[in-house]
């Protein structure tokens, strides 16, 4: 379970988070929505830990800032980095070993494998494409198996097959009970996954339900989204 109490971001003088509180219960995929500035990355590595911030962020009761709730935390960056002389194979590994991870190497293969990167896994991170790289860090993220996962525009970038194979395994990570939080603007990219949607706009939550919530069942995450955000 994820939870954000008062959560407030100035950038020096300017407040860019105002004193934001959600939930997402586990088992559950939360859509991260607003308009561009709104606050998105802000509250996405607020969460990480990347920022400094007022108020207090929960991973399943343990504060984001602990060794405890960082070890129960996956990221997957907009902007993946990979170190340029570690290759494929290592990038994982240093992932596993950072998280104190053992007997990874079925599931390593199984992630690689999914992500076409199977014959890939000795290249140095320096001869990677953008979506190669893109792909590296989700199976970074995927192999530590986080009880929460952050996941900043994960469409972008990748193709078709890698979209598919990603969105199946979100579907069956949240199975199992993993909290998942995606920030997009690509809405049509999480309509068939979505539980529970959050809008930001100008800094302020603005909007938090569940699917269950909605009157009209069959609403679109984009009607949704233009109803709350429109002046
Ligand atoms: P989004 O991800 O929704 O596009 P951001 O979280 O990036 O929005 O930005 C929220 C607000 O904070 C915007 O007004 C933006 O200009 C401001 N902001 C973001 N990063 C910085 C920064 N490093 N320094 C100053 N202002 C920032």
Do not use: H, N, Q
């Given at each position: 379970m994820l939870e954000v109490v008062n959560l407030t971001k100035h950038y020096n003088k300017v407040q860019?988070?105002?004193d934001i509180s959600f939930t997402v219960n586990s088992g559950e995929l939360a859509v991260l929505a607003g308009p561009n500035g709104a606050g998105k990355s802000t509250i996405i590595k607020s969460i990480a830990g990347l920022l400094r911030y007022e108020g207090n962020i929960m991973i399943c009761n343990k504060n984001n800032k602990s060794i405890e709730g960082k070890r129960l935390l996956g990221y997957i960056p907009e902007i993946p980095s990979m170190f340029?002389?570690?290759?494929v194979s290592e990038h994982i590994n240093l992932s596993a070993h950072a998280y104190s991870i053992k007997d990874y190497e079925k599931k390593k293969e199984e992630l690689l494998k999914t992500f076409d990167l199977w014959d890939k896994k000795?290249?140095?991170?320096?001869?990677?494409?953008k979506g190669m790289m893109q792909k590296v860090s989700i199976c970074c993220a995927l192999i530590t198996n986080p009880s929460v996962l952050l996941v900043d525009?994960?469409?972008?970038?990748?193709?078709p097959k890698a979209i598919k194979n990603l969105k199946e395994i979100l579907i069956e990570i949240r199975n199992k009970g993993t909290t998942i939080l995606v920030s997009t603007h690509l809405l049509d990219s999480v309509q068939e996954l979505w539980d529970r949607i959050l809008i930001i706009k100008k800094g302020q939550l603005i909007l938090t339900k569940s699917k269950?919530?909605?009157?009209?069942?069959?609403?679109s995450l984009e009607d949704i989204f233009f109803e709350f955000t429109e002046e």
């Open positions: 860019a988070i105002k340029p002389l570690l290759t000795d290249k140095f991170g320096s001869e990677l494409s525009e994960p469409m972008v970038g990748l193709d269950e919530e909605f009157e009209i069942k069959d609403k």
